[in-house]
């Protein structure tokens, strides 16, 4: 081994002292460049998430739209069922009214046979 003197000592420590900051340079390049990659890819995915959230949201107005719309017909769905339903039931309580009065005059009629059977003939 050559013993080193003074001079070429801080020599050696200067050349080191250069690689060692040419490599700090370097592997601070690279970090960047991998930084700057993964920032890229981010904002990419950035991008992609705000397109697919655009997307939902476009989706959430149309079946907002979709909802309204089926509610405002069976709204008036159910008012048209309502409607029909309190017609029927007038119609059955005029029907059962109108039984009610066939029945009496079933009565009636039925009394006036008996009565007519009963007397006996008339000539």
């Not at 080191?16 to 960047?32: G, P």
């Not at 959230?53 to 079946?63: G, P």
């Not at 029909?84 to 009394?111: A, G, H, P, T, Y």
Request: charged share 25%.
């Amino acid at each position: 081994m050559v013993p080193l003197n003074y001079s070429s000592g801080r020599l050696f420590c200067k050349f080191s002292i250069l690689l060692l900051s040419i490599f700090l340079l370097f592997w601070i390049f690279l970090e960047k460049q991998q930084l700057s990659v993964k920032t890229e890819d981010l904002q990419v995915q950035l991008r992609f998430a705000n397109e697919h959230i655009s997307s939902l949201s476009a989706q959430i107005n149309v079946i907002s739209k979709h909802k309204d719309r089926i509610e405002a017909l069976f709204a008036k769905e159910k008012e048209r069922c309502n409607e029909s339903i309190n017609q029927q039931s007038k119609r059955i309580s005029l029907l059962q009214i109108e039984n009610v009065r066939l029945n009496d005059l079933m009565e009636n009629i039925s009394r006036q046979k008996v009565f007519l059977i009963s007397s006996g003939p008339h000539f």
